[in-house]
């Protein structure tokens, strides 16, 4: 086995034993990125003389693929924007210097679309990224540098971001685990905010177990970001011995699997991921969250209007691109704005900019927030009778590169992500199978209540050993 | 719907092009129609969800800490004199 081929317990191991050290280890991972990222495009930019110095540092130190959002100090942080060409962060994110006092090191940053705005990366306005598996196709989004790294072995495990499903549809894509912590689980201070009620950091990785031990790394209270409680972080790794699916209540919602535009082969595969959990002792139990219908149109009032005020700051006054035709600071703002910004982020831009204007507000933003609420309600009577729920997690595998063009047509890939991230709930995508006409990856998702993150890896880690062979 | 892209552009500070509201309109105008789904749902006497969880304030001392020293906050500046951001002139009248 190549080192590169490793997770992150096998990598911890074999550094325990004296195997190998940190700094072969990323080498190991430097050499591949030579060898591979021209194909796969995962990652933006790779700076190899900092992720060898910071193994130097620590003899423990595991590396971790970036996604291109969240700050590294001296580091570039793009966004896959052309607005913040040049960037380099001044300081490191808390999630940064919590993986660094667990033994893991930044070590390259990974692609995305622009400003996390997407579900194929193809909106990155700096480069395509290819999926693995087949690199006609997209590796999903906007989280697909941090899945073709892990789903392609060009990382031992990454840091993704997920707004309404960015790091669940793409783990399904890459055949890699993603997990969304619940909304305040983790800090998102030195992340560059989307979508402020929805964002969150999350692990991708080659194995729930990794997932898991990352995401202690991770989670936590911080003082930067006042949406994260004082909850203590429990050892998610440790939590994971004696994992099992007997007697696990497995919450199957009809509202999830009669849809519309669900691929018969995602279909199948979640189909037996169902029965695989019956037969391996859970017992299922129908629920009903009869708002599903309405999230995708409250998350594209939701999302793009906080997006609109979010983005304001990039008006190329104290960072990022100033336009040089500008005469006046209007013209300063408007010019900087056009030249930097791609078409998927100015179409939202414009859409949050028209939800939040005098006349509409009551009737788009106030309102999708009081759907948002019976969204909610949905999820807590849920789980008032089951442990999780076992869904879809993208409605097909991936897709060919330019094969979906329409923008609404696009964001019906987070149909069954989004409405967990609107209840601020926690949520996993596991590998599942192959679909049988495309031979590509398909992860189904798991679900469970806000700060349930145990619960959800010891289901997920169940799954697993009971799905059946996934390479 | 109907929406002036050109004007809520604006209220964005975004400058279009003619091809790019082209281009915007119709897709806007899908989006919006779609979104107009939720008028269908009964939110009589439902509280709105601000955000992704139950907040509470989130209160700290209020003492001096370290922060950005100057110079790295102004590291990434488009133009700068000395420790200021630099800009066209704003005030009519006013030395630029």
């Not at chain 1, 990598?11 to 004296?18: H, S, T, V, Y």
């Given at each position: 086995m190549e080192l590169y081929e490793l997770g992150i317990k096998a990598?911890?191991?074999?550094?325990?034993?004296?195997e190998?050290?940190?700094?072969?280890?990323?080498?190991?991972?430097?050499?591949?990125?030579?060898?591979?990222?021209?194909?796969?495009?995962?990652?933006?930019?790779?700076?190899?003389?900092?992720?060898l110095a910071l193994a130097r540092e620590n003899p423990k130190a595991v590396p971790i693929a970036v996604k291109d959002l969240i700050n590294v100090a001296g580091q570039p942080c793009t966004c896959a924007s052309k607005i913040l060409n040049g960037y380099v962060s001044p300081y490191d994110a808390t999630v940064i210097r919590n993986m660094k006092s667990h033994d893991f090191i930044p070590a390259g940053r990974v692609n995305m679309d622009e400003f996390a705005m997407g579900s194929s990366t193809e909106n990155s306005g700096l480069g395509v990224?290819?999926?693995?598996?087949?690199?006609?196709?997209?590796?999903?989004?906007?989280?697909?540098?941090?899945?073709?790294?892990?789903?392609?072995?060009?990382?031992?495990?990454?840091?993704?971001?997920?707004?309404?499903?960015?790091?669940?549809?793409?783990?399904?894509?890459?055949?890699?685990?993603?997990?969304?912590?619940?909304?305040?689980?983790?800090?998102?201070?030195?992340?560059?905010?989307?979508?402020s009620s929805l964002d969150q950091v999350g692990p991708m990785a080659k194995s729930v177990e990794d997932a898991a031990i990352l995401l202690s790394a991770l989670a936590g209270h911080d003082e930067m970001d006042g949406t994260t409680p004082r909850v203590s972080v429990p050892d998610y790794a440790a939590s994971?011995?004696?994992?099992?699916?007997?007697?696990?209540?497995?919450?199957?919602?009809k509202e999830y699997f009669d849809v519309?535009?669900?691929?018969?082969?995602?279909?199948?595969?979640?189909?037996?991921?169902?029965?695989?959990?019956?037969?391996?002792?859970?017992?299922?139990?129908?629920?009903?969250?009869?708002?599903?219908?309405?999230?995708?149109?409250?998350?594209?009032?939701?999302?793009?209007?906080?997006?609109?005020?979010?983005?304001?700051?990039?008006?190329?006054?104290?960072?990022?691109?100033?336009?040089a035709g500008a005469a006046d600071v209007y013209s300063l703002y408007t010019k900087s704005r056009a030249e930097g910004f791609g078409p998927e982020v100015k179409r939202r831009i414009i859409m949050g900019t028209y939800v939040l204007s005098s006349g509409y507000y009551d009737a788009y933003y106030g309102r999708a927030q009081k759907v948002r609420t019976l969204i909610k309600r949905d999820f807590d009577e849920a789980f008032a009778r089951c442990d999780a729920l076992l869904t879809p997690c993208a409605p097909t595998p991936a897709f060919r590169l330019g094969e979906l063009q329409d923008p609404l047509t696009m964001y019906l890939n987070d149909l069954f992500t989004i409405p967990s991230s609107l209840a601020g709930v926690c949520a996993s995508s596991v590998p599942a199978g192959f679909s049988g006409d495309t031979k590509m990856p398909v992860g189904v998702q798991f679900v469970c209540g806000a700060f349930d993150e145990a619960k959800l890896l010891r289901v997920s880690k169940a799954f697993e050993e009971i799905r059946g062979n996934v390479v | 719907m109907k929406i002036d892209v050109g004007y809520v552009a604006e209220l964005a500070r975004l400058e279009l092009t003619d091809e790019e509201k082209a281009v915007f309109q119709p897709q806007l105008e899908n989006i919006v129609k779609y979104v107009e789904k939720i008028s269908e749902v009964d939110v009589e006497g439902v509280e709105p969800m601000m955000h992704g969880r139950t907040l509470v304030n989130a209160f700290r001392e209020d003492e001096v800490r370290p922060s950005l020293a100057a110079e790295a906050a102004l590291a990434n500046a488009p133009k700068r004199v000395g420790d200021e951001f630099l800009l066209p002139k704003i005030v009519e009248g006013a030395e630029s």
């Open positions: 990598a911890r191991e074999g550094l325990a034993k004296g190998f050290s940190s700094v072969e280890l990323t080498q190991a991972i430097i050499d591949r990125f030579h060898a591979k990222n021209a194909e796969i495009g995962a990652y933006l930019t790779f700076d190899e003389g900092q992720a990224t290819r999926n693995p598996y087949d690199t006609d196709r997209v590796p999903g989004g906007s989280s697909g540098g941090s899945a073709a790294a892990v789903g392609g072995n060009l990382c031992i495990a990454a840091l993704g971001t997920d707004t309404g499903g960015s790091i669940r549809q793409p783990a399904s894509f890459c055949n890699c685990v993603g997990v969304k912590p619940s909304y305040g689980r983790v800090s998102r201070y030195g992340v560059t905010a989307f979508a994971l011995v004696g994992a099992t699916m007997k007697g696990v209540r497995i919450g199957i919602a519309r535009g669900l691929d018969p082969e995602v279909r199948r595969i979640t189909d037996e991921a169902v029965k695989k959990c019956e037969a391996a002792g859970a017992e299922l139990v129908e629920v009903s969250l009869p708002h599903t219908e309405y999230a995708m149109a409250v998350y594209y009032i939701v999302a793009p209007a906080e997006a609109s005020a979010n983005l304001a700051r990039f008006d190329g006054v104290r960072y990022g691109h100033r336009s | -």
